[in-house]
């Protein structure tokens, strides 16, 4: 069975900071891995997706990678500003098409 | 712009009512999808439709829960009756087969009391 898992659960980071945020997947089986961004009291709104051929996906100053054989994403941050604050989840599209959820980061840039 | 809506936002009920939650897609997108946000389990999907037929309510407790798409523009998900620990943020995303990307609504705020 697929588990998704993000660690750390939350981080905290002064404005300007680079920062890198993680996901793990147990089965390598998969189609796709999407990062979303979640706001307090709103819903997902998707960063980056990555197909399973691909080794990364960028937007601006988000770079997200992908290392299938380790059952492993980033999401890599540049520049972050107090806005890039929020909840980031990853998920992973498996073998039986399902979107499998981690449990999500939360990141506080302090300004 | 388009956007996904939800509701009621915010819905407090006692045990054992029925609760109905309602969510209009983007118009023109064929796929429908419930998901269920809780501190515990995190995002769980409940039931998806495509082209407003059920493929997949493996994810919803049968017994109590329903979700239907009476037409394009409406998918209703329904408890009866309700209970504690059906406390929750229930969201609503549609997209377009095919595409991977899906649109969340805002959500409904739900607590069973």
């Known amino acids: 069975k697929q588990e998704v898992t993000q660690i750390p659960a939350a981080l905290s980071v002064p404005e300007g900071e680079n920062l890198v945020l993680n996901c793990s997947f147990t089965d390598s089986a998969i189609y796709n891995l999407q990062w979303f961004r979640q706001d307090p009291g709103k819903g997902l709104t998707s960063l980056l997706l990555?197909?399973?051929s691909q080794r990364e996906q960028t937007s601006g100053r988000l770079n997200a990678s992908l290392d299938k054989s380790s059952g492993r994403s980033t999401l890599y941050i540049a520049a972050s500003q107090p806005g890039d604050s929020a909840t980031y989840l990853c998920a992973v599209k498996d073998s039986n098409y399902q979107l499998i959820w981690g449990a999500g980061t939360k990141l506080i840039i302090k300004p | 712009d388009a956007r996904v809506t939800q509701t009621p936002r915010d819905k407090v009920t006692e045990m054992g009512q029925e609760v109905t939650m309602r969510c209009q897609p983007i118009l023109g997108h064929n796929t429908v999808f419930w998901y269920r946000q809780t501190m515990m389990q995190g995002l769980e999907l409940l039931a998806y439709f495509r082209n407003r037929a059920p493929l997949d309510d493996s994810g919803m407790p049968k017994d109590r829960f329903s979700a239907e798409m009476p037409d394009a523009t409406l998918a209703t998900l329904k408890i009866q009756p309700s209970e504690p620990r059906d406390s929750a943020v229930y969201f609503c995303?549609?997209?377009?087969?095919?595409?991977?990307?899906?649109?969340f609504g805002p959500g409904t705020r739900l607590l069973v009391l």
């Open positions: 990555i197909q399973s």
């Open positions: 995303a549609s997209g377009l087969r095919g595409s991977e990307t899906q649109y």
